[in-house]
């Protein structure tokens, strides 16, 4: 997991890095409709998001295979939990065409709160819960959500 300012994405050298930061250059991210667009087909394609920050009990932590996140909040504010999948209790099996496996909470849970202007990456294989509420009652949040084909030896 990286947790930084999204001014700070370059540094990281990850797959598709690039092709984000030209694409958050070139469009107005928060006036992007709320739907999918893919930027370089399903290699890297985004999810614009809208939604009230629930209790983190209210949500249930995920693991991918073939895409790594980046998940960039415009506005407002969200804690996101991340845990090993090994310490959490698998709640569905996975869904290769999603690319999603759903657990429940377990233990070794750690908090982050993301900022408006911040990002986070999870890496395939890393358990996590957005969209929580930080602690001060639920708020609207803004954000993208990239997808980004992971290839651990490919750079943009």
């Known amino acids: 997991m990286i ?22 250059r070139e469009n107005p991210a928060l006036s992007l409709p709320l739907m999918e667009r893919e930027i370089k087909g ?10 009230t920050s629930r209790l983190p009990e209210e949500g249930r932590f995920e ?36 690319d999603v496996r759903f657990f429940g909470g377990g233990s070794a849970i750690t908090d982050v709160i993301v900022r408006s202007g911040e990002f986070v990456v999870y ?19 803004r954000k993208l959500v990239f997808k980004v084909k992971w290839n651990a030896g490919a750079r943009s």
């Open 42 to 51: 399903r290699e890297l394609f985004v999810r614009p998001a809208q939604y």
């Open 63 to 98: 693991t991918h295979r073939l895409y790594m996140d980046v998940q960039y909040v415009l506005s407002g504010a969200e804690r996101m939990q991340s845990a090993p999948p090994d310490t959490l209790t698998p709640a569905t099996d996975e869904d290769p065409v999603n």
């Open 123 to 141: 890496f395939p294989g890393e358990a996590h819960r957005p969209m929580c509420q930080r602690g001060l009652g639920p708020e609207t949040v």
């Open 3 to 24: 947790h930084d300012r999204i001014e700070h994405l370059s540094r990281y050298a990850l797959p598709g890095g690039n092709d984000i930061l030209a694409f958050l």
